[in-house]
């Protein structure tokens, strides 16, 4: 059965700049280092910031898990592609996931103003390869037929592409209070 979750978060702007200048240490722990330089290039460097977490934010809300155990806010890096389009890399325990549950793809749309930045991820899942069907929560929306766009190879698709790289999960109290502001 392939299943078709969508994951949505808004967020303000001010509060990133907030959350950044009350724990200035969080940030290693939201973004990854490729994360950081594309948005320390940017005139709006605050505003590419809350657009990258607010995806990470969707892409965890499609798993319908939001941040779960083990999983770390690096796990979910956003990158672009080539013409500029946001893509997902996953890393970690939410990698692992992915690949048990059963993820076929991942697309994500970020859009931002001044003030407010926005993200939708959309997530389809192949559960009959893994027997993850048990999983599916009530209200996830299910078809019959795999969308044309969305790849049905063995192989993880580029835009939701995985690493083998698990990092142990060490909670500290600066990132649960800088996660608990956003």
Same mark, same amino acid.
């Given at each position: 059965?392939?299943?078709?979750?969508?994951?949505?978060?808004?967020?303000?702007?001010?509060?990133?700049?907030?959350?950044?200048?009350?724990?200035?240490?969080?940030?290693?722990?939201?973004?990854?280092?490729?994360?950081?330089?594309?948005?320390?290039?940017?005139?709006?460097?605050?505003?590419?910031?809350?657009?990258?977490?607010?995806?990470?934010?969707?892409?965890?809300?499609?798993?319908?898990?939001?941040?779960?155990?083990?999983?770390?806010?690096?796990?979910?890096?956003?990158?672009?592609?080539?013409?500029?389009?946001?893509?997902?890399?996953?890393?970690?325990?939410?990698?692992?996931?992915?690949?048990?549950?059963?993820?076929?793809?991942?697309?994500?749309?970020?859009?931002? #103003?001044?003030?407010?930045?926005?993200?939708?991820?959309?997530?389809?899942?192949?559960?009959?390869?893994?027997?993850?069907?048990?999983?599916?929560?009530?209200?996830?929306?299910?078809?019959?037929?795999?969308?044309?766009?969305? #790849?049905?190879?063995?192989?993880?698709?580029?835009?939701? #592409?995985?690493?083998?790289?698990?990092?142990?999960?060490?909670?500290?109290?600066?990132?649960?209070?800088?996660?608990?502001?956003?």
């Amino acid at each position: 059965m392939t299943t078709v979750r969508i994951g949505v978060d808004l967020l303000g702007v001010a509060r990133m700049t907030r959350l950044l200048a009350d724990h200035p240490d969080s940030l290693p722990e939201l973004f990854t280092p490729r994360e950081m330089a594309y948005c320390g290039r940017k005139r709006h460097r605050d505003q590419h910031l809350a657009g990258r977490f607010a995806a990470k934010e969707a892409v965890l809300k499609s798993f319908g898990t939001g941040l779960g155990p083990r999983m770390r806010w690096t796990d979910v890096e956003i990158v672009n592609g080539a013409l500029g389009k946001p893509d997902v890399k996953l890393h970690g325990e939410v990698a692992d996931r992915a690949r048990r549950r059963g993820l076929v793809g991942i697309d994500l749309s970020l859009s931002h #103003s001044a003030d407010l930045v926005v993200a939708g991820a959309v997530t389809i899942w192949d559960e009959e390869a893994t027997g993850a069907s048990d999983e599916t929560p009530a209200h996830a929306s299910t078809s019959d037929e795999t969308p044309a766009h969305a #790849s049905t190879s063995d192989e993880t698709p580029a835009h939701a #592409s995985t690493s083998d790289e698990t990092p142990a999960h060490a909670s500290t109290s600066d990132e649960e209070a800088a996660c608990a502001s956003i």
